[in-house]
């Protein structure tokens, strides 16, 4: 192993190239206008695979975008980690925010500047220069497979029936996951945990046309005004969400948990001067860290209606449109809450408006046993790299397939993140630290030689 921090450092500057060719790739599944550049950044990295040292790679087909499959079995006795990242992204609006073209990477400061640059292409992108670390410098300890996907901002569709046809394919001894944080950048931590999410586009309709409001306004119900008051009574003034039945399976943590969880370095100040806001706000009874760890939510995403072009237009609408996420903590089931919001939605409108409720997409919560020998290999190598053990963490944020990696494939999923808070990932100026970049590479390297190690 005394090689692979010697093989980064001669390398970095052609790593960062590389990453820099898939980033300028403008791969947003979400928007069907960028088909064609999702199958180049499926084949971008069949071809960054391939080239790092593996025996196949391929780009496979899905109902939707291509999976990239590959693979490098030195011993089938050996065990094998399954590698999983996304190489789609989100959109870039309002691209005016930008302060440099988001397909055009940048360096400045000691960050990369980019969509991607950390969620998840620059994150991704590691496992395939660690990858290609250890086997050109002849240390790769066990079998390395590949699954690098195309729909993950989407909510991961296609996936898991993917995974289902080449189920035998795909079998590994854990799965090794880096789309993930640190608490900071000091300070090394594991993902143990991340929330469930159920996601809904709703439309409210009033009149059969758009209205004068003068000569319509104070009779007829505004379908903006009344979707804004149903969604407003989903939270109480504790902050509780109010769908009858949403906490009834929520699996409440124990006092030893939270305190656990409260004893990461977290300063509440800090939390509100980096995001400028004066008071944060979140379900009565639990911490700030809680809120975001092991606490459901309720969010208005995206709300539209009327005019909302230049100048004055005096309308009252014919419908109002909103996109509405519910986080979800174990043992909350997404379809299950789909339907509970479904129902209370409908339940609460008045009769002046109709409604209705889509199901877009959703995922279950996942935990990570801290007992985990794979999870006991990351320890091992962030303590190698940070010289700190790593704090385990529950994460905010949702990978809904990685639960469903569990249920199809029978694999637990190690969580190694090297991101920041301060990356603003899915915001205008996505950003990710050049040192992160390459700490990341070294610190996956020795993930695979303490796992072997261990699994003798």
């Known amino acids: 192993m005394e090689k692979v921090k010697a093989y980064i450092e001669s390398n970095k500057d052609r790593f960062l190239e590389e990453l820099f060719g898939l980033i300028r790739i403008p791969s947003i599944s979400s928007l069907s206008d960028h088909k064609a550049d999702m199958v180049r950044a499926a084949e971008y990295w069949r071809d960054s695979i391939l080239k790092a040292g593996a025996d196949k790679a391929e780009v496979m087909p899905t109902d939707g975008n291509p999976v990239v499959y590959g693979e490098k079995i030195i011993n089938p006795a050996l065990p094998t980690v399954l590698v999983y990242g996304h190489y789609d992204v989100m959109p870039v609006d309002p691209i005016e925010l930008w302060d440099s073209p ?25 496992h395939a220069k660690a990858f290609e670390t250890l086997v050109k410098t002849d240390n790769l300890p066990c079998n390395v497979k590949f699954m690098i996907e195309g729909e993950e901002e989407i909510g991961s569709p296609n996936l898991g029936k993917w995974c289902e046809q080449y189920k035998d ?24 945990g991340l929330r469930g999410l159920s ?13 004068h409001s003068g000569l319509f306004g104070g009779a007829v119900a505004n379908p903006i005004n009344t979707l804004a008051e149903m969604v407003a009574s989903m939270v109480d003034e504790d902050n509780r969400i109010t769908i009858p039945g949403f906490y009834d399976d929520v699996l409440e943590a124990t006092a030893e948990e939270r305190a656990m969880l409260n004893k990461a370095p977290f300063s509440e100040q800090a939390y509100k001067d980096a995001i400028d806001v004066k008071e944060l706000r979140g379900e009565k009874g639990y911490t700030t860290i809680e809120h975001t760890g092991i606490r459901p939510t309720f969010d208005l995403c995206g709300i539209w209606g009327g005019y909302t072009g230049e100048g004055a237009k005096t309308v009252l609408p014919s419908k109002a449109y909103a996109k509405i996420s519910c986080r979800l903590v174990p043992d909350q089931q997404h379809e299950k809450i789909g339907e509970l919001f479904a129902q209370h939605f409908k339940n609460i409108a008045p009769e002046s408006v109709k409604v209705k409720v889509e199901y877009l997409h959703g995922g279950q919560a996942y935990v990570c046993p801290i007992d985990l020998p794979a999870y006991k290999a990351a320890e091992k190598a962030y303590f190698q790299t940070y010289g700190k053990q790593p704090i385990p963490m529950r994460s905010g944020g949702s990978i809904p397939i990685i639960s469903t990696f569990e249920e199809i494939l029978g694999l637990k999923s190690v969580l190694m993140g090297f991101g920041l808070e301060s990356d603003a990932i899915h915001s205008p100026n996505e950003n990710y630290p050049l040192e992160n970049f390459y700490k990341g590479i070294e610190t996956i390297s020795w993930f695979y030689h303490y796992f072997a190690a261990d699994s003798k």
Request: hydrophobic share 35%.
């Open 199 to 211: 996601y809904w586009q709703v439309e409210v309709t009033g009149p059969n046309r758009d209205l």
């Open 169 to 192: 394919m795909l079998k590994a001894d854990v799965i090794l996951v880096s789309d993930t944080s640190l608490i900071g950048p000091d300070t090394p931590s594991i993902t143990t």
């Open 102 to 126: 988001p397909f055009e990477p940048e360096v400045r400061d000691g960050k990369i500047w980019a969509r991607g640059a950390d969620d998840d292409k620059g994150q991704a992108f590691m």
